[in-house]
Nanobody
Framework: QVQLVESGGGLVQAGGSLRLSCAAS????????MGWYRQAPGKQRELVAT???????NYADSVKGRFTISRENAKNAVLLQMNSLKPEDTAVYYC???????????????????WGRGTQVTVSS
């Protein structure tokens, strides 16, 4: 299976920057799309940004121009550079990865979706 561990969250003032990282480990054949989602108190989890294995990116309108997603394929890692942070960016940020894993019970590969435990980002006004 795939384990995802996020790091880099914290408290920052409005206008500041933070960089989140997420590393995948475990037994998998390939990591495909990776992404970041966030969930603020009382709200549903929402997409922040995604990146394909080939490097194509997608962003939520609310973060376009401020956040940049990238990945380090050799390390099976995805990064999120967050600039010009706003109080409304406050949330728990979750890493997500689509992977191809080998299932020995069926002796074939299959798709797997994994989530990290999340890292808190708090932006003060």
């Amino acid at each position: 299976q795939v384990q995802l561990v996020e790091s880099g969250g914290g408290l920052v003032q409005a206008g500041g920057s933070l960089r989140l990282s997420c590393a995948a480990s475990g037994r998998f054949l390939r990591i495909d799309d990776m992404g970041w989602y966030r969930q603020a108190p009382g709200k549903q989890r929402e997409l922040v940004a995604t990146i394909t294995g080939g490097g194509a990116t997608n962003y939520a309108d609310s973060v376009k121009g401020r956040f940049t997603i990238s990945r380090e394929n050799a390390k099976n890692a995805v990064l999120l550079q967050m600039n010009s942070l706003k109080p409304e960016d406050t949330a728990v940020y979750y890493c997500n990865a689509d992977a191809l894993i080998f299932d020995p019970s069926i002796y074939r590969s299959k798709a797997s979706v994994s989530w990290g435990r999340g890292t808190q980002v708090t932006v003060s006004s």
